[in-house]
């Protein structure tokens, strides 16, 4: 099978990414302005892209498939939702002064901050078990993707389940 590229369509996935990518930095940091959290971009962006695939992808299909997006879209939602509440509210240290020292106070976050953090937490370590030799950002591209890879995995499976229960949900309701 021959894929063919059309010009038309090729603007339109260069159309969607600018308005993902437009919209991402006004949720992301809508505060700074003219400071982009880069971070918080590389693990949303992608997955939103992935996202408005299946709602083409949705639109396209007839069934039960069309039911398997529409469970994914909705799933995909959701974790991308908490990928950005994990954002909003990350866990961080603060160091108080006083007179009798310091006073060091560890806040842990919020649920989604810590599921979020705990995760990147343990990808990190095994990667660096592993010597994998792209764990920061500042090892360039390779750095970059490994960064994109490790958030868009979890998005992902989240979302293909949702599709998954939601066959699975129809079909059992339909048995009844």
């Not at 010009?7 to 260069?14: E, I, K």
């Not at 989604?112 to 990147?120: D, E, K, L, N, S």
């Not at 990808?123 to 994109?148: D, H, M, N, Q």
Request: hydrophobic fraction near 55%; proline fraction near 4%; aromatic fraction near 10%.
């Amino acid at each position: 099978m021959r894929v063919r590229l059309r010009l038309g369509r090729m603007m339109a996935v260069v159309v969607v990414a600018a308005v993902d990518l437009v919209v991402a930095r006004a949720f992301v940091d809508p505060h700074k302005v003219g400071k982009i959290d880069v971070v918080a971009m590389l693990e949303v962006v992608p997955f939103v892209l992935v996202l408005h695939a299946a709602l083409i992808r949705s639109g396209i299909v007839k069934g039960r498939d069309r039911l398997f997006w529409i469970g994914f879209l909705v799933a995909g939602v959701v974790s991308v939702g908490f990928v950005l509440a994990a954002n909003e509210d990350p866990p961080r240290e603060t160091r108080i002064i006083t007179s009798t020292g310091i006073t060091i106070s560890n806040y842990p976050g919020d649920v989604a901050a810590r599921v979020v953090w705990g995760y990147h937490g343990m990808t990190g370590e095994l990667l660096e078990k592993l010597r994998y030799p792209y764990i920061e950002f500042t090892s360039g591209l390779g750095g970059l993707a490994t960064w994109v890879i490790i958030c868009i995995v979890p998005q992902c499976l989240i979302a293909w389940a949702g599709g998954i229960a939601a066959v699975l949900g129809y079909t059992r309701f339909q048995k009844t």
